[in-house]
């Protein structure tokens, strides 16, 4: 029987039962549960000559909702018989078929991530952020760049121009969400915008001291954001691309996600309340 590739879209949550989304021997990843469950339902027999390729690569704690990844197989993907052996915080959601050359990782347009930042409550915390001031900051980084200063560290050398598509963000209930797009990013590239970002906010670092970090004659040292803040929002890939939305999939995805809302909003209300000083 004729292999075909197709391409799948999919979320995850990143937390600590998982290192990260590649696969890692001796590890737990989002990808060793993926290539576990189609093996177990008979869509791979080898992974090398199936050509699985995941599109991006995300740390530890780091999560997605609309990752992707391809390969090939004798099969028509069937989502929710795939979904049944993978946790409810791994998911499948829709697919569509392409070419054999196609690749995943090499033909995505455009990364989209979001980045959600706790906005400090003013009343309770002396930390405070010039909204002006980060808007400033996130204009210097669209364009080409070398962030060199706004990656990690590699032990190979690496090319480390890209072009910002999109830095922006805006206050959502009690939130600073951040959007940023690019064909490709670095290595805790956009974690590393973010702390900086957050420090021309809170007037650590002004904005002359910001556009210097684009000179590369010197790697600057410091740390990244919190990993779980980053969502891999969306991989693009043209309008040619026409993923079919499998409805039961999608439907496994909200139900998961509203039912963590659920709990951990009452979590999160809680802290908000114990934070006033009206106890009578």
Known sequence: MEKKRYLIKFYYIGSTKYFGSQ??????TIEKKITKSLFEKNYLNDIKSAGFEVASRTDRFVSARGACFSFLTEKTPILMEINSILPRDIGLWAFCEVDKNFSSRFNALIRHYKYIFPFPNQNTQSESYNSNLMKKACKKLVGRHDFFNFSKREKKKVNTTRDLLLADFRIENKFIIFEFKSRAFLRQQIRRMVAKILEVGREDLSINEFINL???????????????????????YGEHIQFIIDNKSYHRMLQY????????????????????????
């Open 214 to 236: 684009f000179n590369t004659e010197e790697y600057i040292s410091y740390q990244p954001a919190n990993p779980e803040g980053l969502i891999l929002w969306n991989v693009e």
């Open 23 to 28: 696969r890692q021997i001796g590890h737990d």
């Open 257 to 280: 996600f509203s039912q963590k809302y659920v709990k951990y909003s009452t979590r999160q209300k809680l802290f908000d309340i114990l934070q006033h000083n009206d106890i009578s």
